[in-house]
């Protein structure tokens, strides 16, 4: 039995049966098999018309009974083969649109999961509650900001003390440590004892007795 056969055969026992219609991925392979099977007689077409082609050339005008048998038999082929392009548009149509049809269908499947999800997740979950919790975020992080401020703040020890008077006392302390800087500051003495000197006349005599002895040594 031929695959279209056992297509058609099929379908009506799954109907004679009372059985549930095919899915998606059914149909959708039944169809690939059936473009196959289109395909490969198309194939067998056109090899038959390029036979009967060559048989018409081959008999020509000296058979020229058995030459317009064959072109006959080529228009045969060929109507066929028209056919089977227009049945493999329309295969290949229902085909896309069947496989858009189940990608829609899958895809509002599992937005239906989704949604039911989220439900399930926010079914416990109370507006009014969520207000109420905010509100009390949003106050407990005034209070936290509060304490925030009220521990880094300069602790206010010694402000009653006058400031004007801290500096004028500060200003004396350092003129009397200046003044005892002052006072342990000794000059060093000058020395009562006058420094040797060496005679101008007796120097000036050893050298004119040396340029003497000189000019003595030089004459002789």
């Known amino acids: 039995m031929s695959k279209l056969g056992k297509l058609f055969k099929g379908g009506s026992s799954g ?3 009372g059985r549930a219609g095919p899915t998606p991925q059914e ?7 059936t473009e196959e099977m289109l395909t490969k007689k198309q194939e067998y077409l056109e090899t038959r018309i390029q036979r009967e082609l060559a048989a018409a050339k081959h008999h020509g005008t000296g058979n020229k009974r058995a030459a317009l ?34 990608t829609n269908t899958e895809v509002f499947k ?8 989220m439900k399930k997740v926010h079914e416990n979950m109370d ?5 109420s919790l905010m509100d009390d975020v949003t106050e407990q992080q005034a209070v936290a900001q509060e304490i925030s401020e009220a ?15 801290l500096m004028a006392e500060l200003e ?21 004892t006058s420094l040797p000197t060496r005679p101008t ?5 050893v050298e004119d007795d040396d340029d003497m002895k000189q000019l003595a040594a030089w004459a002789s």
């Open 110 to 117: 599992n937005m239906g999961y989704a949604a039911q999800a």
């Open 15 to 17: 109907r004679a049966k």
């Open 69 to 102: 048998q064959a072109l006959k038999r080529k228009k045969k082929y060929e109507k066929q083969l028209s056919q089977i392009d227009g049945t493999l548009s329309t295969i290949e149509f229902q085909r896309e649109a069947l496989e858009n049809s189940h």
């Open 201 to 205: 006349s007796s120097r000036k005599k």
């Open 127 to 131: 507006l009014d509650k969520i207000d």
């Open 151 to 165: 521990i880094s703040n300069r602790v206010g020890f010694g402000d009653e003390f006058d400031e004007d008077e």
């Open 27 to 33: 149909a959708l392979a039944r169809l690939r098999e």
């Open 172 to 192: 004396e302390l350092e003129q009397e440590e200046l003044n005892k800087k002052m006072t342990d500051i000794r000059l060093p003495s000058v020395p009562s």
